[in-house]
């Protein structure tokens, strides 16, 4: 199970921090990854963090749009992912949704969680 929350309504150029906490698996076995959706629209990838399995270090990627201004990392003692945005822009705006799968993918993870709608304002 996995439960996005941080959500909210900020200004351009404002900031906002999403957690994601997961359940009933083995946390550190599975990326985790942020995708936002706008109606209407396709998902679209925005960050992934890796899993530990086989690595010493664990590997980001960013959505291009949203490469320094955005930070994902993870938490494995409290079985979270953060999503810390900066620099917000308006079309930001999207509902964001946490998935895990066992490595990093664009958009197509095999397990998901709700979304926190984020709205940044002009």
């Known amino acids: 199970q996995l439960q996005a929350s941080g959500g909210g309504l900020v200004r351009a150029g404002g900031s906002l921090r999403l957690s994601c906490v997961a359940s009933?698996?083995?946390?550190?076995?599975?990326?985790i990854g942020w995708v936002r959706q706008v109606p209407g629209k396709e998902r679209e990838g925005v960050s992934c963090?890796?899993?530990?399995?086989?690595?010493?270090?664990?590997?980001?990627y960013y959505e291009d749009s949203v490469k320094g201004r955005f930070t994902i990392s993870r938490d494995n003692a409290k079985n979270t992912v953060y999503l810390q945005m900066n620099s917000l822009k308006p079309e930001d705006t999207a509902v964001y949704h946490c998935a895990a799968e066992r490595d990093c993918v664009v958009k197509d993870y095999g397990y998901w969680g709700q979304g926190t709608l984020v709205t940044v304002s002009s």
């Open positions: 963090i890796s899993s530990g399995v086989g690595r010493a270090h664990y590997a980001t």
């Open positions: 009933g698996f083995t946390f550190d076995d599975y990326a």
